[in-house]
């Protein structure tokens, strides 16, 4: 992957492009071995989720970046994309509240 914060960057203005909710950029390099950086946002209903992850699939793949590995569904409320060192999830806004990712993950850095 290139630069991973201007990757990071790149997915944050891509869901902004597709009105996703209370966007959140975690750091966890440094608490996990998993991925360096979470991208979290919310989407209104269903079908929003799903053009989020269309629109950040399409978009990484211009730049010949692919996705490992998909979890989840749009009628799941939740799916994660696996970047690597970069980790998105789009949540319906109830199973966002539910999950509550920012909470599990308080200890990392939230990046403006």
Not at 7 to 26: C, G, L, P, Q, T
Not at 70 to 92: A, P, Q
Not at 96 to 102: D, I, M, S
Request: charged share 30%; hydrophobic share 40%; glycine share 6%.
């Amino acid at each position: 992957m290139q630069n991973i914060e201007e990757n990071v960057k790149f997915i944050r203005n891509v869901m902004d492009d597709k009105k996703a909710e209370n966007i959140k950029v975690i750091y966890i390099g440094e608490i996990s071995v998993m991925a360096d950086y979470f991208v979290i946002c919310s989407a209104g209903n269903s079908s929003q989720l799903e053009a989020i992850i269309d629109s950040v699939s399409e978009e990484l793949a211009k730049k010949q970046i692919y996705c490992k590995k998909v979890e989840g569904n749009r009628n799941s409320g939740w799916i994660l994309m696996d970047y690597g060192d970069i980790v998105v999830h789009v949540f319906t806004r109830e199973d966002r509240e539910f999950y509550n990712l920012e909470r599990i993950w308080r200890d990392g850095k939230v990046i403006d």
